[in-house]
C-alpha cells in the first residue's frame, strides 16, 4: 500500500513514517518545512519527502493519506484528499489500525515527563530481552530511532492528550486501547485546544474507559487532578507510586514507592508492594537528576513489572538508561561554562528541571544556574500560565526572558514578581551577547524551549568559544 503522510516532519508523524516503512508499505511525505533531524532519519529509511503542500504531490493517488493534526480546512493537499474523495485517517487512528492492533499496549499519558518516561519503560523492556515496539516523542539515546516496530506482542507508546486531527477533536490517547497505562500526571495545558482543566479531565476519563478490566492503570497517589478523574469511574486494577524523602513511613495505598537516598535524586531505592505484605527493593544510583525523573523511573517500572520484568532487572536497566535529547542534554562546555537544551515549556516542568539542577549543584562552590526562557507552546503565549512562572524560576540565580511575538504574555510583570534577579531580551542575539559577556566559569545555562528557539544553542556556544 502507497500511504502519504501531511505534516510528516512533526515527531508523531515522522515516526509513523517509519513503522509504515517497516511494515512494508511504499511512504511518502510533505510538510511546510523539511529540515533535519526528522528529515535525515525519514531519508535513511528510504522515504521520499518533498517541500510544501500541493495537490500535485498526491499524484497518482495514494491509497491513504495519513493526516497530521496541523493541518486545517484550506490546506491545499487537504482541500485535495477531500474534493478527491481520497481514503484518509489521523495519525492516531492509523497507529492503532495498523501498528498496534494484536499488541500489549503499554501507553504514558500525563502533563509532563511523558517522553521521558516512555524512552525509560521502552529501554527496561528491551534490556530484559522482550523487544519492545515503540513510538516515542523524542529521540532516545538507547535506541537508534524514535520509532520500531520490535519483535514481540508488547508495544510503548507515548500517549499525548493533543486532539487526532481538524476532523477529530478526540485526544490521541484515546485510540490506543492500552493494557498497562501510566497517568503520570494532569494539569492544565494546550489552553488553544481545551478550555479547562475538566475538558482536559473529560478526556482521561474517555482514556481510562479504553483499559480493559484485566490490565492496569499506574498513577501518583498526591495528584489531585488525577484522582478526581478516577472519581468519574474506574474498571481496571489501580496501583499507586509516590517518591518520598528517606524513612517516611509507606503509606499502606501505596504499591510503588521511592525512597530518596539523596536530594538531588541521583540516589534512591525502589519500593514494590505486594497486596500480601510482601516487600522487594532494588538501589539506583545514576547521572540523571530531579524527583520528576525519580518519578519517572518508578513509573516505568511499575508498568514493566506488570508484563513480568523482576524489579532487579528493572533497576539495572535504569543505571545504563542514557537519557532523552533536549532533557537537560549537555550541549558543550566552554571555559567552565556549560550549557544545556531542556525541552520545559510549562511553570511546573520548568519548576522541576531547575530545582533538580539547583539541588545538584548545591555543594559546589561558585556554580550559578542560569535559565534561559523561551515561552513558546501556544499556552504559554496566551499568558494563560504568567502568575506561575515567576515562581517557577526561583532556583535559578538568573533568569532570561525571550518575549514571545503576540499573544497576552507580559514578561515585564513576570519580571517584576520575580524573587531572584530576571531579564526580558527581545531577540537570540541580545541574549547571546548578554551571555557572552557576563557569563563565568562555573555557570550553567540551561535554555528552555519546545522549539529551536532560533537556533540560540549553537550561536551561544560558538560566542563563548570566540572569547
Not at 297 to 323: R, W
Not at 443 to 450: A, E, F, G, T
Request: proline share 4%; with cysteine.
Amino acid at each position: 500500500m502507497h500511504i502519504h503522510i501531511l505534516g510528516i516532519c512533526g515527531t508523531f508523524m515522522g515516526s509513523l513514517a517509519v513503522l509504515a516503512k517497516q511494515l512494508g508499505h511504499t511512504v511518502s511525505g510533505s510538510d511546510a518545512n523539511v529540515y533535519p533531524p526528522m528529515s535525515t532519519q525519514l531519508e535513511q529509511q528510504g522515504i521520499a519527502l518533498q517541500q510544501g503542500f500541493e495537490a500535485a504531490h498526491l499524484q497518482p493517488h495514494p491509497d491513504l493519506v495519513v493526516i497530521g493534526n496541523a493541518m486545517s480546512r484550506g490546506n491545499p493537499a487537504v482541500e485535495y484528499v477531500l474534493n478527491q474523495g481520497l481514503d484518509y485517517c489521523s495519525g492516531p487512528e492509523w497507529l492503532a489500525r495498523y501498528a498496534l492492533k494484536g499488541k500489549w499496549v503499554l501507553a504514558v499519558a500525563g502533563t509532563h515527563g511523558k517522553t521521558t518516561t516512555s524512552a525509560m519503560l521502552t529501554w527496561i523492556l528491551e534490556y530484559a530481552g522482550l523487544q519492545p515496539g515503540y513510538l516515542i516523542g523524542g529521540v532516545a539515546s538507547n535506541f537508534p530511532a524514535s520509532a520500531d516496530m520490535g519483535g514481540s506482542a508488547f508495544f510503548v507508546v507515548e500517549a499525548d492528550e493533543y486532539d487526532s486531527a481538524f476532523f477529530d477533536k478526540r485526544s490521541k490517547f484515546v485510540h490506543y486501547s492500552p493494557r498497562t497505562a501510566i497517568l503520570n500526571n494532569l494539569e492544565f495545558d494546550h489552553a488553544d485546544i481545551f478550555a479547562d482543566l475538566a475538558a482536559i479531565q473529560r478526556q482521561f476519563n474517555h482514556l481510562i474507559r479504553t483499559i480493559p478490566g484485566n490490565g492496569l492503570i499506574i498513577c501518583p497517589r498526591t495528584d489531585k487532578n488525577l484522582q478526581e478523574v478516577l472519581t468519574q469511574g474506574c474498571w481496571s486494577e489501580l496501583q499507586y507510586f509516590d517518591v518520598a524523602p528517606a524513612q517516611q513511613p509507606q503509606d499502606a495505598g501505596i504499591s510503588w514507592q521511592a525512597e530518596l537516598g539523596s536530594q538531588d535524586g541521583s540516589r534512591f531505592t525502589l519500593t514494590k508492594t505486594a497486596a500480601d505484605g510482601k516487600r522487594a527493593s532494588a538501589s539506583v544510583q545514576w547521572d540523571l537528576t530531579g524527583l520528576h525523573n525519580v518519578s519517572n523511573a518508578l513509573a516505568a517500572v511499575a508498568a514493566a513489572h506488570h508484563v513480568g520484568v523482576e524489579l532487579s532487572t528493572a533497576a539495572e536497566a535504569l543505571l545504563q538508561f542514557k537519557g532523552v535529547k533536549r532533557r537537560m542534554e549537555l550541549l558543550g562546555e566552554v571555559a567552565g561554562i556549560r550549557v544545556y537544551d531542556d525541552f520545559a515549556h510549562h511553570p511546573t516542568a520548568i519548576e522541576t528541571t531547575l530545582q533538580g539542577m539547583a539541588n545538584r549543584l548545591q555543594q559546589q562552590v561558585g556554580q550559578r544556574l542560569i535559565a534561559v526562557i523561551e515561552p513558546r507552546s501556544n499556552t504559554m503565549k496566551m499568558g494563560v500560565h504568567k502568575q506561575e512562572l515567576a515562581a517557577a524560576c526561583r532556583f535559578a540565580d538568573l533568569t532570561l526572558w525571550m518575549q514571545p511575538g503576540g499573544g497576552g504574555l507580559d514578561l515585564d510583570a513576570v519580571v517584576a514578581q520575580s524573587e531572584m534577579p530576571a531579564l526580558v531580551f527581545q531577540s537570540v542575539a541580545e541574549i547571546v551577547e548578554h551571555l557572552r559577556v557576563h557569563a563565568r566559569s562555573g555557570d550553567n545555562i540551561v535554555i528552555m524551549s519546545n522549539g529551536g528557539f532560533g537556533g540560540i544553542h549553537q550561536k551561544l556556544l560558538t560566542a563563548l568559544a570566540a572569547l
